[in-house]
């Protein structure tokens, strides 16, 4: 058993609850839309220095701060293009990272030293209603990255937090539980300190319905000096080796579209019927591979454009190994 606590119905009072313990200080982690997140008031220092440690993430990796509303943007950020704006506007609450020009309240520890800062009000009802509860008790934002050890698969579950990270977690800290993530891979991140919007990771936000929001081209990703760790060639690996557009021989582990049937002898982790789908047992595949003690998964891909590209680039770094 771990000291910390697991919320498995989560009231109101509980809400409020774990949102008076992130003002003290504790972490909280708690369900978005996109995958888990570990929570830490993001205008306290030795709080957010816990993330770091729970996660055994480095010092120099910014995270993104969760708002409850559109007006906390401007707490946090000192230059708001318009096109962020239309964005935010579009796709708020949801499954979008915006990056831009910190404000003073945007400290080095939330940024990793750099002049910029990512901010996000994700859809989830149990999030919203503690990052209010938050607010509500003079709280700004709260810091989050997924809620897994550094370079493993992000949970999608509040189990899967409890095996990733209940070890390390403290006694007032809280996982609250909410559900299985409903999209199952992370926000889309936009980079808006530009004249144009650049994508620094596919997610369910697509590039498409970026142009139509804010009639503009998208810069390309040039990976540049910005540190996105989620770019990290080794990122979302699970301990098995991940062979990518391959069928699985007997033993292997597959994940494949519906339509493909499990060879003889493969133990089949998914079998999504569309890229939605995919998207959300993703994750859970590739940890249930881990606890099954499985060493190779084969992995079919989805085809398309869109949320089928977010689930690429995960695959393509899962695949990379750790
Ligand atoms: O869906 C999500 O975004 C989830 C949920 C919990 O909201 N969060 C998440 O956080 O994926 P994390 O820390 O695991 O990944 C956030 C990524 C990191 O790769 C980080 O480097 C990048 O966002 N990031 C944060 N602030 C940034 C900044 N100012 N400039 C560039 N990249 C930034
Ligand atoms: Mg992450």
Redesign the pocket.
Known sequence: MTPSQFISTCTADAIDQAAAQLRAGALVAFP?E??Y?LGADATNKSAVARIYEVKGRPQD????V?IASMNDIEKWCSEIPTYAVALARDFWPG?M?L?MKRSPLAQDFI?GG?D???V?I?NHTLALALLHAFKKLGGSGIA???ANRFGQVSPTTAQAVQEEIGNYLQLHDQIMDGGASEVGV??T?IDCTHEHPRV??PGAITAQMIQKSTGLSLLENSNDA??????LENHYSPKAKVILDSIATSGQGFIAPANIQTPDGAIRLAAPRDTDEYARLLYSALRASDSQGISEIAVIQPEGEGLALAIRDRLLRASRGR
């Open positions: 978005t996109t995958v997140g990796h910014p995270l993104i969760h499954p990272t990056i940024t750099q910029t800062v990512g996000r994700p989050a990255p997924s992370e926000s991140i620094l990771r910005i540190r996105v760790s989620g770019s």
